[in-house]
């Protein structure tokens, strides 16, 4: 913890004394694994997703940004990230919590070439809501993320650090790798093909005292694609397979996303990306 305490640290310190560089994709993350780009500066993003199967109440997100001068992002909305089982010898279901994000970090080759986008970024719930037994969650998930293109391939890396706790059940601060690749085939220039392997949690609350009893960290493989099928927009349609249940409790994701620019010289209309 110590280590990684000292790399967030360090990123935090890169952050703030690097110059821009060129712009990057603005992409914050996979389909569960965070990125290191950034929007540009004065940019407002926005997502939502959904599960297009006749169960997906429980699986989805909504999230609204701004970027602070292209160093650094905020973000608010909601998502069905965390999940909670009471019997866990069943899937888990996704519940919604108010999220809110904050990034910042420096631009790939800002401080020399070849140098990759990195990023210290922190996500926490607020307002959650009262889920019985379960009380009022809270989860804090913080990262350093590091984000290079090489030529046709983007790939992502870095390490999450998670804290939790529901009812008198706590999880204390623990480390975890992830990574992301995006492959974008040659004549193909709106294309993406992404997979990344990341992390979540899961609040379990078994019937009777045992090891798995409280909030537990899983991890999400996902799989898919991106079309950008405006300047401005994209949508992605992949999907997400928590590792201890296994294909069987998959799930299907559709996304849509769009990047704006609110600073225009004429200040007439939005400056699509």
Known sequence: ??????????????????????????????????????????????SAQFDPSTDSRDDGGVMIGYSLG?????????????????????????????????????????LFRGMPALVLGLKNTFAPPDLGRLGRPRVTEAYVAASSVVGPVRLHAGVMVFAAEFADLELEPE?????????RPPGWPRSHFMADVAWTTRLELEPEPSVRRGPQL???????????FFEWAAIELGFRVPQDEGL??????IRLSGVWELDSPAKKRLKVR
Do not use: K
């Open 70 to 110: 292209g160093i650094a992002a905020v973000d608010l909305g909601a998502d069905t990230e965390i999940r909670t089982c009471t019997s866990c010898d069943r899937p888990a279901n996704g519940r919604w919590f108010p999220r809110a994000s904050f990034r910042i970090g420096s631009r790939q080759h800002a």
């Open 218 to 228: 899983e991890a999400m493989i996902g799989g898919g694609a991106r079309y950008q």
């Open 175 to 183: 480390l975890r790798p992830f990574a992301g690749i995006e492959l």
């Open 248 to 253: 069987a409790s998959g799930r299907v994701l």
């Open 1 to 46: 913890m110590r280590h990684a305490l000292t790399l967030l640290a360090t990123v935090a310190s890169v952050a703030l004394g690097a110059r821009l560089a060129a712009a990057d994709p603005p992409e914050p993350r996979l389909f569960t694994a965070p990125t290191a780009w950034l929007p540009p500066a004065g940019a407002l993003t926005a």
